[in-house]
């Protein structure tokens, strides 16, 4: 994420937010959705480009062309991992007056700076109207409802807190990759059997987000469920425990690869791969990558993150109705298709990720998705601020901010309380 989101995103998103009128969609479209409907274009904007999540929004594509066959869909995605690049772009847009017919974002705290600009309409109607207020779970309708209104809808449900290995190459330190470690120390000390078993890059990472997500990890498993929402709340940065954490946040940086902050996570997944790593913490999105990819089932394992095991770290990703977006019409439908039955098993079957409706078929999803949908229904549900479930974007902007300053210095007084500013409410 942090390449496009400097201290300048926070600025641009805002003016983007404010620069687009508070009138809605429903308001003044009209039932042909005004001159913008008439060219029957849905612009949908997300970052989906390339690999399992391009594979994951072409299945969503070919439901909307049979679903919604008076509109055309006008693919407008950005590269770049977890919509590093792509919110810089939206944030010009928005600035610019020109809103997509609909654009992806995390469902969670990172719609809030559209919510309370205005540049989102209530979509609450739609729920009913399709039938997702009986599709969904009670618990995720509840996280996606903000002062009794819900503004997005979700295509899938991912897990963050995972971590997937090269089972050759954590044989050479007669290690287990079928089980994780109990904690992470242990984990801590796997690596040390690793370094001396000659790996050189026992935890492959890339810049930006990836950084957060294995600082998040161990913070949930050093800190526990409840104190580690409690974070993203403000609550509890200048403890000690969280110095303690910290502490092993830096130790775990000392085993990664020197290119971390030049690289993405799929070139970080690549370490992985070619036996030039034994870990790498990513989201449960790296299962279609590795189906795009056409790796082998049997050259990588998955696990929770060490001590994390009975938490289920969520992100979803969801499309909104933007207000005065292009074609509303059009959007409603693709809207419609993203929280379809039909429309969430094309997606989701290549994403990696889960369907949020509770009426989807284990069966017909692939090995990895079948154990999540299981967890899914039994563990604690936690946030991901990473990925917007927990955090705003102004939020998120700041910690990655004080993320890659610390890849440098390695100052953890500095993080601690940089995170801790990062996160207070506004």
Known sequence: MRGGLSKTLAVLSAAGLLAVSACGNSDDSGSNGGGASANKDVTVFTWWADGGEKAGLDGMVSVFNTECKDYKFVNSAVAGGAGSNAKQVLANDLQAGKPPSTFQAHAGAELSDYINAGQVDDISDLYKEFGLD???????????????????????????????????????????????????????????????????????????????????????????????????KGEGWDGAEVKAALDKYKKLLSYTNVDREAIDWPDALQYLNKGQAAYFVMGDWVAAQQLANKVADTAYTYWPAPGTAGNFQYLSDSFTLPTNGADPDGAKCWLKVTGSADGQKAFNTKKGSIPARSDAVPADYPKYQQSAMADWKKDKIVPSCAHGAACTLGQNNDILSALSQFSGSQDVAKLQSALGTATKPS
Request: aromatic letters at 8%.
């Open 134 to 232: 009986k599709a969904f779970p009670q618990n995720l309708i509840d996280n996606l409802t903000v002062d009794g209104k819900i503004y997005s809808i979700p295509a899938n449900v991912h897990r963050a807190n995972m971590v997937w290995t090269n089972p050759a190459v954590m044989k050479k330190a007669n290690l287990d990759p079928a089980t994780g470690p109990a904690s992470v120390d242990a984990w801590i000390a796997d690596m040390d059997k690793l370094k001396a078993a000659g790996v050189k890059t026992p935890l492959a990472i890339s810049k930006g987000f990836a950084q957060e997500m294995v600082l998040e990890v161990v913070l949930l498993a050093e800190l526990g469920p409840d104190k580690f929402t409690g974070l993203w």
